[in-house]
């Protein structure tokens, strides 16, 4: 299954804050690499994920959905342990 990357720029003291950090966790099971930024192993594609936060963000949060298509991937310090930050992305990105 492909591999997106959820980003966002949203304040820690939003509502919306809360609200996305759960539904990426729980709803969607994804990993936190870096503090605003997640990795979801996900059948569907980059639109419907987004439709899954309508109800979560508020006007001037900001988020982004971009599938991980390469196998060229470098990071320093992720929060995600690197192992299997590593199996992860090697994930088959095909549809």
């Known amino acids: 299954m492909p591999v997106y ?22 709803a969607l099971g994804a990993k936190r690499v870096l503090e605003s930024q ?13 439709r899954g936060f309508r109800s979560k963000i508020r006007e001037g949060d900001r988020l982004i959905v971009q599938k991980v298509v390469g196998r060229d991937f470098a990071w320093k310090n992720p929060i ?4 299997e930050l590593v ?9």
């Open 38 to 50: 997640w990795l979801i192993v996900h059948e569907g594609n980059s639109e419907a994920i987004l």
């Open 80 to 83: 995600f342990p690197e192992d």
């Open 87 to 95: 199996i992860l992305l090697a994930c088959d990105g095909d549809d």
């Open 5 to 26: 990357m959820v980003s966002y720029d949203i304040p820690e003291d939003s509502p919306s804050y809360a609200e996305v950090v759960e539904h990426l966790e729980k």
